[in-house]
């Protein structure tokens, strides 16, 4: 065996540089791929960062709508308890339009990153555990609770205006602003209100829980806004 080695240990280490050449380049390719791969993952965090703004201006907005939304549900039902006839036809009718037609108005996330990040293997090079967290609670958890509020809120005001229009009739325009249709004030043109209807019980248990569904609504906007402020934060930690 010792001769066999001495007559060929020239060939043994030759063989033995080959072999540590090519673990060495698959080691050194290996550690570029992933290099390249960390470098993919932290483009899309930034492109995420600059949709987080965008997100967030977007919810502001449907917020600031639903809370008007809630203020003029509340004029209504207020008038209504009390029977004050403070309200003029004219003002009921600019009143129930917003509630009716922008109370539903949903946020929809742009999560084609994030659906982007999971595609690509991306989220297992992720190092911060808080932007994990961030971006699962953000994406999955509250993204899957706001499409089913929503849900819940578009059947309900689907079947209430079906009772409602029968009883109060609004004909409007849209006056369209620089913010875009959906943020748009609804002005009625001509109207027609039936006051009995108006002042029954029926017409109150609509609006009251039409209101009900925009303050619950309200609520899941504020979750939705604290959980991409986290994300971030976390996505600066994730980049550090």
């Known amino acids: 065996m010792n001769k066999f080695f001495k ?58 709508l639903q809370i008007r939304c809630r203020n003029a549900a509340d004029d209504l039902i207020f008038d209504i308890i009390n029977k004050s006839n403070d309200l003029s036809d004219k003002q009921i009718a600019e009143k129930l339009l917003l509630l009716t037609e922008r109370g539903s108005v949903s946020f929809f996330s742009q999560s084609s990153l994030y659906d982007e990040l999971k595609s690509t293997g991306s989220t297992r090079l992720i190092k911060s555990d808080n932007f994990r967290y961030a971006l699962s609670n953000t994406y999955n958890n509250l993204n899957q609770r706001n499409l089913a509020v929503s849900r819940i809120i578009d059947d309900y005001f689907f079947r209430a205006l079906a ?78």
Do not use: H
């Open 163 to 240: 009772r409602i229009n029968k009883k109060i009739i609004l004909f409007s325009k849209e006056e369209k602003s620089q913010e875009g249709y959906v943020y748009s004030d609804l002005v009625p043109t001509s109207f027609i209100i039936d006051r009995n209807y108006y002042y029954s019980n029926e017409f109150l248990g609509d609006l009251n829980q039409m209101k009900s569904l925009v303050e619950r609504y309200l609520n899941m906007l504020e979750k939705l806004d604290q959980s991409y402020k986290l994300l971030k934060i976390y996505s600066e930690e994730e980049l550090s």
């Open 7 to 64: 007559d060929n240990i020239k060939y043994i280490l030759q063989s033995l540089v080959v072999l540590l050449s090519v673990l060495l380049s698959f080691y050194i390719d290996s550690i570029r791929v992933e290099n390249q791969n960390a470098n993919y993952k932290n483009e899309i965090v930034k492109d995420l960062q600059s949709i987080i703004e965008s997100e967030r201006t977007q919810i502001s907005n449907i917020k600031n």
